[in-house]
């Protein structure tokens, strides 16, 4: 098959580090680039310093891990720079020769294949292969189980004519649950541009403008129609996020971890459209808009009548929850002051929480340990308290009683005049109750005889 008729010409690949895998998937589909998948990097880098024979001290280990994570977690070229140029110059890095063997051999020339950077500017919302990994497992456990001496032939049998029937039938399943059209109803707190999407995605994003109402109008800065700075809650008042709604990539941007992650819309892209003077949602570009991870595939609807059931059935894993024809409840827009300032301390205190895993130093840690002891004494003083217990307040429910039709009750007094069951007489047979009767007729005679006496 000539290059121009390939029907299918995939722009990116995520694989373990397998350069065998890689070059065969690049030999296969040419100007294809492959990523490697975070989890599998993490996996790696964690058994490689755990191992004995590496010669990376105990106390050194996470310390040596927090260097490299820098090092994938760039979010710019120079940025990545600045973190390797860090751990070249460490002591670690100068005391453990099969360290700079290992990095400078393995890793840093596939760093446009594992460093965030380089995969944030294409645009690419996957940071692991873990889901297919988990359609394998399905595949293995619930399908195969049961033919464990199939051929080849018997596996693609299987695999053509239940499994992918089977995968099919759940993505419709999903789709169609998730669409308005269909019966999906949503709560009035859900803005209209989030309706018709993936409840997953609604979620992430109903949670994030509940973060971003903590902010003020004078926390978002507008430098132009498509740059606005969001200042920091947690870091410090005078760090500032950039925030673009659109760039040359065709995509909006965020200089914040979370926007780095997962490409969703963060905190600090809800308070612009909240807080960003005439900003709003249409101003992002299509391209992100319309997203096939934001969007519901409705091309499925033309396969609501087909008949799609396998032919064996196998025990799939059920359709979320989040998927059925329930409603979709969302949060109300403006809280109070009060559970606003709640909000902040609790993010506060996950940083904190995050930081400590991070942190190996001990007087940091018997600092933040100080003084959280200290703020604890002190909200515990400030706060009504009832024998050391701070009272919570009891939200009655309200019960409605069940009307009972006039047919019900009917039905209810018949059941009451039915009259009662007669117990079936128990009449046992064979050895086992002839032994029984004989046993009680002993008893019976010895009693009487005693009696008489």
């Given at each position: 098959m000539m290059e121009d008729e390939r029907p299918w010409t995939p722009r990116y690949f995520m694989t373990d580090f397998s350069e065998r895998e890689i070059r065969a998937i690049e030999e296969t589909f040419p100007g294809c680039h492959v990523f490697l998948c975070d989890f599998?990097?993490?996996?790696?880098?964690?058994?490689?310093?755990?191992?004995?024979?590496?010669?990376?001290?105990?106390?050194?280990?996470?310390?040596?891990?927090?260097?490299?994570?820098?090092?994938?977690?760039?979010?710019?070229?120079?940025?990545?720079?600045?973190?390797?140029?860090?751990?070249?110059?460490?002591?670690?890095?100068?005391?453990?020769?099969?360290?700079?063997?290992?990095?400078?051999?393995?890793?840093?020339?596939?760093?446009?294949?594992?460093?965030?950077?380089?995969?944030?500017?294409?645009?690419?919302?996957?940071?692991?292969?873990?889901?297919?990994?988990?359609?394998?497992?399905?595949?293995?456990?619930?399908?195969?189980?049961?033919?464990?001496?199939?051929?080849?032939?018997?596996?693609?049998?299987?695999?053509?004519?239940?499994?992918?029937?089977?995968?099919?039938?759940?993505?419709?399943?999903?789709?169609?649950?998730?669409?308005?059209?269909?019966?999906?109803?949503?709560?009035?707190?859900?803005?209209?541009?989030?309706?018709?999407?993936?409840?997953?995605f609604i979620k992430h994003c109903m949670k994030k403008v509940e973060m971003a109402n903590t902010l003020e109008k004078d926390d978002v800065l507008k430098i132009s129609d498509n740059h606005y700075q969001v200042k920091s809650e947690v870091f410090s008042k005078k760090k500032m996020y950039d925030v673009y709604l659109k760039t040359e990539s065709g995509l909006p941007s965020c200089a914040c971890m979370d926007w780095s992650w997962s490409h969703l819309p963060c905190k600090h892209m809800f308070a612009v459209l909240l807080h960003g003077q005439g900003a709003n949602w249409l101003q992002l570009p299509e391209m992100f808009r319309e997203s096939p991870f934001f969007t519901l595939d409705k091309e499925v609807t033309s396969y609501i009548g087909m008949t799609l059931e396998p032919d064996v059935h196998h025990e799939v894993p059920p359709v979320d929850s989040q998927c059925s024809l329930e409603p979709l409840e969302g949060r109300v827009g403006r809280k109070s002051a009060t559970k606003r300032i709640a909000l902040r301390c609790r993010e506060k205190l996950d940083l904190i929480k995050d930081m400590s895993y991070m942190c190996d130093n001990v007087a940091i840690l018997q600092y933040a340990d100080d003084h959280l002891t200290a703020l604890v004494m002190t909200l515990q003083d400030m706060m009504n308290t009832d024998e050391g217990l701070v009272p919570t307040p009891v939200v009655h429910s309200v019960r409605f009683k069940r009307k009972i039709t006039q047919s019900q009750s009917k039905r209810v007094k018949a059941a009451r005049d039915l009259p009662l069951r007669k117990k079936k007489s128990q009449r046992r047979v064979g050895m086992a109750a002839d032994r029984a009767k004989v046993n009680r007729k002993i008893a019976t005679t010895i009693a009487f005889v005693e009696e008489e006496k």
């Open positions: 599998h990097r993490e996996q790696s880098w964690v058994r490689w310093v755990a191992k004995s024979c590496n010669c990376v001290p105990a106390a050194c280990k996470e310390n040596l891990l927090s260097m490299l994570r820098k090092c994938a977690h760039a979010v710019t070229p120079a940025d990545y720079e600045r973190a390797l140029e860090s751990l070249k110059t460490s002591q670690i890095w100068m005391d453990n020769k099969r360290l700079q063997t290992w990095f400078s051999k393995q890793w840093i020339p596939h760093s446009r294949r594992w460093v965030w950077a380089y995969r944030n500017n294409e645009g690419i919302q996957v940071n692991t292969n873990n889901g297919l990994e988990a359609q394998n497992k399905v595949f293995k456990y619930a399908f195969l189980e049961k033919r464990k001496d199939a051929s080849v032939c018997g596996m693609l049998h299987c695999l053509l004519t239940e499994y992918l029937p089977a995968m099919m039938q759940k993505y419709i399943k999903e789709n169609v649950s998730a669409m308005g059209c269909l019966g999906r109803s949503y709560s009035e707190a859900i803005p209209e541009y989030l309706k018709d999407r993936p409840a997953g």
